[in-house]
């Protein structure tokens, strides 16, 4: 399969509207957290596990991953996680008028593609606009974290929601961080391979004004 998949190729122009929160999850009014470019499903499925008074939904654009990650739900049941397939910043938009006001608690992104070039940095998954239409759909308080490995890319994603106006970088307080989406701090595969060869994780947390 290959690893990078180009956000901007026509073929990702459409994605599949998604149905009401009401007929995604069976508890509609719990706390919705978004993981987008959520791979092959494992942190969310994890997190949907422990932590059964959230609802979960992950966004992946390369397709393959998708299905595998329904595949993995089929034997479980687990009814606070939902997985869509397509480019995050349609689907988004897809979302804002269909889901509540205010729908949005928590926003997540591990480990994004760096896309190491200049002349691809428009590809990352965070640009000004989809940072707009998240907090179209986010209630004040709400939450984005974001984490990698790549310094470079850290300062671009931190400069590029911190510019938007609609976040100002924030810590946890205690009750804050149990009543959140990740109260007992599982990682992603990619964040225990990246401690495991001990290198840098650089993360910070944004709330909305």
């Not at 959140?180 to 060869?197: A, F, G």
């Amino acid at each position: 399969m290959r690893q990078h998949v180009n956000p901007l190729s026509n073929v990702f122009n459409y994605v599949e509207p998604l149905p009401p929160l009401e007929e995604i999850f069976d508890n509609h009014t719990m706390p919705l957290h978004l993981d987008v470019g959520c791979g092959a499903g494992d942190f969310l499925i994890n997190l949907a596990n422990h932590n059964k008074n959230w609802n979960y939904m992950g966004v992946e654009i390369r397709e393959k991953l998708v299905n595998k990650s329904k595949l993995k739900l089929k034997n479980k049941s687990i009814d606070n996680l939902f997985f869509a397939f397509g480019n995050a910043e349609y689907l988004i938009e897809d979302c804002i008028g269909k889901f509540p006001v205010n729908a949005l608690s928590s926003v997540s992104f591990n480990f994004p593609d760096p896309w190491f070039k200049k002349k691809h940095h428009k590809r990352r998954i965070i640009q000004p606009q989809l940072i707009q239409k998240i907090s179209r759909l986010m209630a004040n308080g709400g939450f984005i974290s974001i984490k990698t490995d790549v310094e470079e890319l850290f300062e671009y994603m931190d400069m590029t929601i911190i510019d938007s106006k609609f976040f100002i970088p924030y810590r946890y307080q205690d009750s804050e961080i149990l009543n959140s989406y990740n109260p007992i701090n599982l990682k992603t595969n990619r964040e225990n391979y990246v401690s495991e060869k001990k290198l840098k994780v650089f993360e910070i947390l944004y709330k909305k004004i």
